[in-house]
C-alpha cells in the first residue's frame, strides 16, 4: 500500500515570511526522520509552497488529484494563523476522501511582536470550524498547539499514519471464502450485500475444486517443492508430520496462493474443518499460519468478517494478526480469560521458544480416528496486545465492530493447541457487550497497541458503529 501523505501549509499573508519557511523546513525535516513519504507543493509552485489563497488552493488540489493513488492522508500545518478557506477549498477541491490531520505550531510569550506572533491556537479553530462546514472530517493531534520535534507530535503523525492506513485499505478490499461455512456455526454467518456496500468483495470457491486441483498437481511440481521447503523452514521441522502430509500440505498452500492471485485477493477465510480432517488427514492451519505471518489475514472456520477483523489490526500495526475463541474463563478473576485456537497463529505472536520450532500435532478425527497433521502449538507472547471484532449486523443494514486493548500475560496452561492467557480491564462489562449486541466467539488479536487508530479510522472516515472498551490508560 503506498504510504505518502499530502501536506499543506497553511498562511496569512500579513505574516512575516520567515514563519513559514522555518515550519516547513522543520515539518519535513521531522516526517523525513520517521521515513514518511510526502507530496507537497514546491516553494516557487506557490508562495513559498504555502496555501493562503484561492488560486494557492487550486494548485494544491491539482496537484493532490494527480497523486490520488499515492496519497493515504493529508496532514494540514500551521505555522500562524492561515486563511482557513483556502484549506478547506484546496482539501474540497482535491476530491480525495482521505484522513485529515489538522496540526498547529506553538507560539513564545516572548515572541508576541507583529513580527515574531503566529496566532495558531486561534487559526486551528477557524480551520476546523470551516472544515465542519464543508463536510469534511479530520483528525486532531493530542494538544491543540504541538511543535514538530515534540515525541507527542511523532506519536500522533505515526498514530494517524496508522488511521490512514486502516481508512485506505478497508475501504476497497477482496476477500476469499474458500469452502462452506461449519454447518455447525450459524456464529459465522455475514451479509455479502453489506460488506459490498462498504466496498469490500467477496469471492468464493469450493472445496470440490481445490480437491480436484490438488490430483492434477504433480507430485514433482517445481512450485510444490519449493512449498514443501517453505514448510519445513517456517516449522522447523523437527514435528510429526510425515513426508506424505507435507506433500499434501505443500499442494494446497500453493492453490490457495495462486487462487489469492488470480483473484487479486487481499486476504481469506477458510473452512478448515472437517472436511479437510476426513479426506485429506490434514489440517489447514499451519498453512493459515504461514499466510498470517506474510501479513495476509487467513481466518478459519470461513469467519469472513473475522478476517476482516485480522486485516483491520494489519493495517494499523504493520504485523501480523491471530483470531481466537473468547475460550475459558481463568479461575476466578473476572478480569482473565483464555484465548484459545486449535491454531493457525502466525509464529511472529508466539512465545520465542515456540516460534524457533513449531509443534505441528497430529490428533485423532472422525470416526476412524485417522491421524491429522497441520495444528499449530503454542502460548502467545507476553505483553500488551489490541483486539477487534467486525461483524454485519443484517437486522440494521450496517457493519459494526469493536476495539480495546489489554495485556496477555505471562502465564502456562496445560493444554494444547494455541493459547494466551489475557487481561482486560472491566472484561465483565466487555463480555456483556459482545453478548447483548450478538457478536461472534471469535475475536483478532495483535501484539501493537493500535486501538485508537482503528476506532478512530472505523467510526470518523468509514461510519462504522464501533464500541470502544476503554482502560485507564486509554485518553
Known sequence: MAKKIGIIIGNRRHFEDSIYQSARERILKVLMELKIETVILEQNDTTKGCVSNLEEAEECARLFKSNKDDIIGILVSLPNFSDERSIANAIRWSELKVPVLIHAFRDKTDEMQRNTRKDTLWGKISVCNNLRQYGIAFTLTQKHIEDPETDIFKNDITRFIATCRVTVGMRRLRVGMIGARPALFNTVRYSEKILENNGISVETLDLSEVFNKMTELSDHDENVKLRIVEINQYLGCKTCCDDHAVLKMAKLLYIIEEYIRMQKLDIISFQCWNILHKELNISVCALLSILNNKNISAACETDVTGALAMHALVLAADGPSAIVDWNNNYG?????????????????????????????????????????????????????????????????????????????MDQALDTYGGYGVARIESMEKLIHYICMNGFEHHVAINRKIVADSVYEAFTKYLGWDTYYHMQKNNR
Not at 484459545?340 to 515456540?354: T, V
Open 332 to 408: 476466578d478473576n473476572e478480569d482473565q480469560c483464555v484465548f484459545y485456537h486449535c491454531s493457525n497463529f502466525p509464529k511472529d505472536i508466539l512465545d520465542d521458544e515456540d516460534a524457533a520450532n513449531l509443534p505441528v500435532i497430529a490428533f485423532k478425527s472422525g470416526e476412524e480416528a485417522k491421524n491429522c497433521y497441520g495444528i499449530i502449538e503454542g502460548k502467545i507472547k507476553a505483553g500488551d496486545f489490541t483486539y477487534c471484532r467486525i461483524t454485519t449486523d443484517d437486522v440494521n443494514g450496517c457493519i459494526r465492530a469493536y476495539v480495546g486493548e489489554g495485556e496477555i
